[in-house]
């Protein structure tokens, strides 16, 4: 069993950066890959970027791809998302989540759900 809290989210302009945080709970942490999810107001959760249990490898949606960055620390039970260049597009609610194997973007696979962080890039 994993918990997930998201922090990190915020007002933000055309061309800034911010790094959302996402704190687990669980001895299993470690043992996870991890994703990230955003939903813009009227759209589908869609993918974002996922890192494998031991951070050696990610993998983005081709949206983000060059300017956002996911990363891990185990020692913290912490997954993290570098945004830089945000763009308007990229307002959502942004989740993290962990999925039941790797290598999958499908929402319906990721199993644990924190419950949120809005981001807001105003142009």
């Known amino acids: 069993q994993v918990q997930l809290v998201e922090s990190g989210g915020g007002l933000v302009q055309a061309g800034g950066s911010l790094r959302l945080s996402c704190a687990a709970s669980?001895?299993?942490?470690?043992?996870?890959?991890m994703g990230w999810f955003r939903q813009a107001p009227g759209k589908e959760r869609e993918f974002v970027a996922a890192?494998?249990?031991?951070?050696?490898?990610?993998y983005y949606a081709d949206s983000v791809k060059g300017r956002f960055t996911i990363s891990r620390d185990n020692a913290k039970n912490t997954v993290y998302l570098q945004m830089n260049s945000l763009k308007p597009e990229d307002t959502a609610v942004y989740y993290c989540?962990?999925?039941?194997?790797?290598?999958?973007?499908?929402?319906?696979?990721?199993?644990?759900w924190g419950q949120g962080t809005q981001v807001t890039v105003s142009s």
């Open positions: 989540a962990a999925p039941r194997r790797w290598g999958t973007r499908d929402a319906s696979e990721y199993d644990y």
């Open positions: 890192i494998m249990w031991n951070g050696e490898r990610t």
């Open positions: 669980g001895r299993t942490f470690s043992s996870y890959a």
